[in-house]
Each structure stands twice: as structure tokens, then as C-alpha cells.
């Protein structure tokens, strides 16, 4: 597989510059050297023009609604596992209005990679504060500073159960298809927090300005299988001068999937999904 086998024949409307461009890149890229053919692919996405995402690659693709990609995402998995599931999400979508099913997932450990396209505003409706904007800052959409403090999503994923952990830049393509090339290897749900600019809404935190800063957590020796939970949110909280990518965390627990598929086998996707049914409901 190449990256062009990836590519849909709809144009990307996202404006210049934009970091989702890096994304679709590296997914592309990572997508192939993992040799998996487009129609095993499953991408999910929300609301938002990170959603776009899943009209603009070569694969199956669900563009559901605003903070529900990631529960659609599960399901697909649950009812389909031999299937490669990649859920997207904006910032706001992911840490907002979808922070409930964020959390939700973490306890299940569905087999899946979920991307959070993080520019710290929401870019589709002109550049309101997201969940993510840091407590003061004010980029240009904003009338006064943001009087509310940050998530860290990086936390958020840790605290949720999140078996793989990471972070990249929009920009440092080869870099973040290596990281979407190991979470979708990971036996669990992996999650990579995107460092996304924003060239139209977002001028406090640009291509250049993330450029200068990022860095690569392996180059320092770190460790992300060490188990090491006060080093981990060290380096979770470094946000500044330097800022780490790469992985941060990564452990192993059972899947959602080993858990039901043994009194599962055998079944269709659509017993399968009945069965879980089952399982969560008193009544039916
Ligand atoms: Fe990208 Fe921002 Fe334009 Fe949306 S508004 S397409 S996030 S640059």
C-alpha cells in the first residue's frame, strides 16, 4: 500500500495552512506502511472540521454527531473486530461535549485509536475557547481572556484507563505516522492527543510557535512501559518552553472484546451486538 491509495477524490475545504492537511498525511502514510487495505479501515468522526476527516481518505467512514464518534467507534469494533477503527475528534467535540463517552472508553479498552485534533478553539464556529485553551490566553476570537482553566487530555486519558498514551504535531508528519502506526498496533485503546494549529482562529499557537518547542520524549530516555506514574504526569504537565511528544504511556489490561468473545464465538456481528445488549440491560 501507498499513501495515494488512501486518497479520496473529494478536495480538502479546510483553510491554508491548517494542521489537519499534517494529519491526513500522516494517516495516510501510517495506514500504509501497516499494509491495511481501505476497506478494512473504519474512520469515525463528530462535529467539527476535524470531522471532515473521514471524507477526505480512502476508507469506510462515519460522520456522526457532535461528541458521539467515539461510542460509534466502540460499537463497530465490537460488532466487527476484524476491522482496523480509527475515531476522530475536534477538541471540542472530544473533550467537551464528548468528555462522557472520552471516560467511558478508557474503561473499556475497546481495541481502537482514537485521534483528538487539539487547536484549543472551536474552528468551525469562529474560534470560541475549547476545553483545552489554556486559563488567560486570548487568541483573536476571543473578546477577553479565557476565564476558565484547561483539560489536559493527556491526564484525562490516564485517570479514564487508557492503555497507550501519546502525543505528536500536525507538522511533524513522519513523526506522527509512527505514532498512529504503534497505537493501531496497540491490543487496546490508544489515544494521541495532535498538536494542531489553527492558522485562522488560533494566533497565539502556531505552526512556528509549536515548531520551536516540541520535542521528542525518546531522545531523553523516557520510558513509557516504566510504569513510572509520577514521571508520567511530569511530563504530562510540561507545557512551554518545551514541549514533549511522542508516547507517554503504555500498558497492557484485556480488551472489552477477550472479555465477551468467549461466550460469543461462533456468532454474527449482529448476535455478538445483541449479546452485549444482553448484558447491559435488564429489560429488553
Ligand atoms: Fe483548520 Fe481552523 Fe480553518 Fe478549521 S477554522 S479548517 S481548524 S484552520
Known amino acids: 500500500m501507498k499513501p495515494k491509495d488512501y486518497r479520496s477524490e473529494l478536495a480538502p475545504d479546510w483553510c491554508p495552512g491548517c494542521g489537519n492537511y499534517g494529519i491526513v498525511a500522516a494517516l495516510s502514510r501510517a495506514l500504509a506502511e501497516l499494509g491495511l487495505p481501505p476497506d478494512r479501515v473504519v474512520l469515525v468522526s463528530g462535529i467539527g472540521c476535524s470531522a471532515k476527516t473521514v471524507h477526505y481518505l480512502r476508507a469506510y467512514g462515519l460522520h456522526t454527531l457532535h461528541g458521539r464518534g467515539l461510542p460509534v467507534a466502540q460499537g463497530i469494533k465490537l460488532a466487527r473486530p476484524e476491522l482496523t477503527v480509527v475515531a476522530l475528534a475536534g477538541d471540542g467535540d472530544g473533550m467537551g461535549i464528548g468528555a462522557g463517552h472520552f471516560v467511558g472508553a478508557g474503561r473499556r479498552?475497546?481495541?481502537?485509536?482514537?485521534?483528538?485534533?487539539?487547536?484549543?478553539?472551536?474552528?468551525?464556529?469562529?474560534?470560541?475557547?475549547?476545553?483545552?485553551?489554556?486559563?488567560?490566553?486570548?487568541?483573536?476570537?476571543?473578546?477577553?481572556?479565557?476565564?476558565?482553566?484547561?483539560?489536559?487530555?493527556?491526564?484525562?486519558?490516564?485517570?479514564?484507563?487508557?492503555?497507550?498514551?501519546?502525543?505528536?504535531?500536525?507538522?511533524?508528519?513522519?513523526?506522527?505516522?509512527?505514532?498512529?502506526?504503534?497505537?493501531?498496533?496497540?491490543?487496546?485503546?490508544?489515544?494521541?492527543?495532535?498538536?494542531?494549529?489553527?492558522?485562522?482562529?488560533?494566533?497565539?499557537?502556531?505552526?512556528?510557535?509549536?515548531?520551536?518547542?516540541?520535542?521528542?520524549?525518546?531522545?531523553?530516555?523516557?520510558?513509557?512501559?516504566?510504569?513510572?506514574?509520577?514521571?508520567?504526569?511530569?511530563?504530562?504537565?510540561?507545557?512551554?518552553?518545551?514541549?514533549?511528544?511522542?508516547?507517554?504511556?503504555?500498558?497492557r489490561r484485556p480488551v472489552l472484546e477477550e472479555a465477551l468473545n468467549p461466550m460469543d464465538s461462533g456468532k454474527t456481528p449482529l448476535e455478538r451486538a445483541e449479546a452485549l445488549l444482553a448484558g447491559h440491560c435488564l429489560v429488553r
Open 109 to 251: 479498552n475497546v481495541d481502537l485509536t482514537y485521534l483528538l485534533f487539539n487547536n484549543q478553539v472551536y474552528g468551525m464556529t469562529k474560534g470560541q475557547a475549547s476545553p483545552t485553551l489554556g486559563f488567560g490566553d486570548r487568541p483573536k476570537g476571543l473578546a477577553r481572556p479565557n476565564p476558565q482553566g484547561p483539560v489536559n487530555p493527556l491526564w484525562l486519558a490516564f485517570a479514564s484507563g487508557y492503555t497507550f498514551i501519546a502525543r505528536g504535531f500536525a507538522f511533524d508528519i513522519r513523526g506522527l505516522a509512527g505514532l498512529i502506526a504503534q497505537a493501531v498496533r496497540h491490543p487496546g485503546l490508544a489515544f494521541i492527543d495532535v498538536l494542531q494549529p489553527c492558522p485562522t482562529y488560533n494566533d497565539l499557537y502556531t505552526r512556528e510557535w509549536f515548531a520551536g518547542r516540541v520535542y521528542d520524549l525518546a531522545e531523553n530516555g523516557y520510558d513509557p512501559e516504566a510504569g513510572d506514574v509520577a514521571g508520567f504526569a511530569e511530563k504530562a504537565a510540561e507545557w512551554g518552553e518545551r514541549i514533549p511528544t511522542g508516547v507517554f504511556w503504555r500498558s
